[in-house]
């Protein structure tokens, strides 16, 4: 099973993972091709131009048969398709929020807002403090009433768990209300 | 006098014989890898990468893991698990849910675990 931590440049994410990974945490890479046109010269040769993007993550074994896995979303926006890999199947998404820097994580909240993958908003407090509460934050950032945002110091084990915790219970009353319908 | 060494992404291509997988077509990156009976005796005979996979999933990790490991892009650790279970060298173990993700009754028990850890 599979949890996707998301968020901005910075917010935290490997910081996270490595609170709670029983190992220390791993990258794996994917060369991703596009294509560009080069203006050097007047016909307008197109070059392809091969990039990594690269993840980093963790994991926790639960028991004999279960396996969860932390995998970070790339640092780089645009790697949409990766993103779905990761949260196709996935438990949910924890969107790590530096609330220093609220606009970093604009597109994180809006890829999750399209989808039907539950997910929780974490506010990282870097040194200890938050800068804005949380309600602060979910008015600002438009948040939708339905999705959990809670405080999270991603250094600290007891309070990724937690977070982790709350994201499955969201995830459980996500599918029991399902259910009913 | 010694050979240039060929750029790891060149390398790379030329194990799977340049079968590079796109992204989002086969085995997820969570999926379970473990070394069959069979596939431990086999370790001598098959080439560095994949006998260093063979030796690795002793216990199983999954293919991210392999991947990050081995220094391998991710479709390249694909294609040589892929190759490894057809061998039966592996066995490879796909989570049993759906791109909705796991059912009311998983949950719940991960919320368990999660809780006692």
């Known amino acids: ?181 | 006098m010694s050979t240039p060494k060929p750029n790891r992404f060149v390398r790379q291509f030329a194990l799977t014989q340049g079968r590079a997988r796109s992204i989002g077509t086969d085995l997820p990156l969570d999926t379970q890898v473990q070394t069959t009976l069979s596939g431990r005796n086999r370790e001598r005979e098959l080439v560095a990468e994949s006998a260093a996979i063979l030796r690795m999933c002793r216990t199983p990790i999954s293919i991210a893991e392999i991947s990050a490991h081995l220094h391998v892009h991710l479709g390249v650790a694909r294609v040589l698990v892929s190759d490894l279970a057809a061998t039966g060298d592996v066995a490879v173990t796909t989570a049993d849910h759906d791109e909705n993700g796991p059912d009311l009754l998983t949950l719940e028990r991960l919320l368990d675990d999660l809780q006692a850890l």
């Open chain 1, 1 to 181: 099973m599979k949890i996707v931590i998301a968020g901005g440049f910075a917010a935290g994410k490997t910081t996270f993972v490595d609170s709670i990974s029983e190992i220390t945490p791993l990258t794996t890479e994917a060369p991703m091709t596009s294509a560009s046109f080069g203006v050097d010269d007047a016909s307008m040769v197109a070059t392809k131009t091969t990039t990594t993007v690269a993840m980093d993550f963790g994991r926790i074994t639960l028991s004999e048969t279960t396996v969860l896995y932390l995998f970070g979303t790339p640092g780089q926006d645009r790697f949409w398709f990766m993103w779905d890999e990761l949260s196709k199947g996935a438990v949910g998404a924890i969107v790590l929020v530096d609330t220093r820097r609220l606009a970093d994580c604009f597109a994180a909240l809006d890829y999750f807002d399209k989808r039907s993958l539950p997910y929780l908003v974490a506010l990282n407090t870097f040194d200890g403090k938050l800068v804005h509460d949380a309600e602060a934050v979910r008015e600002a950032l438009t948040i939708p009433d339905d999705v959990p945002v809670m405080a999270v110091d991603a250094r600290e084990r007891v309070s990724t768990k937690t977070a982790l915790v709350s994201l499955v219970a969201h995830a459980i009353d996500r599918k029991r209300a399902a259910a009913l319908v």
